[in-house]
């Protein structure tokens, strides 16, 4: 009988932990919709964002602005979230000394998401709106400066 309870209780503990790890990285989940590849073609030349699942607790991206098959910019992002916080981290090469800079989530909704660091130069502020199912429209602002990103889903 001893046996039976000591089981039963090993279970409970069991089934209990794994709905914690299960919910763990709820906020995270809520930004899946951004998994995927998205392109924005203008004339001026081609930027992209490529999103996939690092781990449970983490998306990575790499983006880059391409023109006449040079490479005028490039940047990694990442999206974690740590606890309670949901982090977005981004590192430019030659910029802020080669250190990532880390935005912290201001607002989440179903189809969107702000992170803000208002002591970063710029942009102060990065934001993603889902429009629809293949597309999104991505936004950095501060001091002043606007500059807008709309992307289609890559197919």
């Known amino acids: 009988m001893k046996n039976l309870y000591i089981g039963i209780i090993t279970l409970l503990f069991f089934f209990g ?17 951004l998994l995927h590849e998205w392109e924005n073609n203008t ?10 699942r690092q781990n449970d607790s983490t998306f990575y991206a790499e983006s880059f602005f391409i023109a006449n098959q040079d490479t005028l ?13 949901l982090l977005l981290i981004v590192s430019v090469p030659n910029q ?9 989530l201001t607002k989440l909704t179903e189809n969107e998401f702000v992170f803000e660091n208002p002591a970063h130069d710029y942009p102060k502020k990065i934001q993603y709106k889902l429009i629809n199912n293949d597309s999104l429209y991505a936004e950095i ?4 400066k606007k500059e807008g990103f709309p992307f289609k889903k890559v197919k």
């Open 141 to 144: 602002n501060g001091n002043g």
């Open 73 to 85: 910019f490039a940047e990694t992002i990442q999206l974690i979230q740590q606890e309670d916080d």
């Open 43 to 52: 004339s001026d030349g081609r930027f992209s964002e490529k999103w996939s």
């Open 96 to 104: 802020n000394k080669e250190k990532p800079v880390t935005f912290r």
């Open 17 to 33: 932990s794994c709905k914690k790890e299960e919910n763990r990285f709820t906020t995270l989940e809520k930004t899946n919709w």
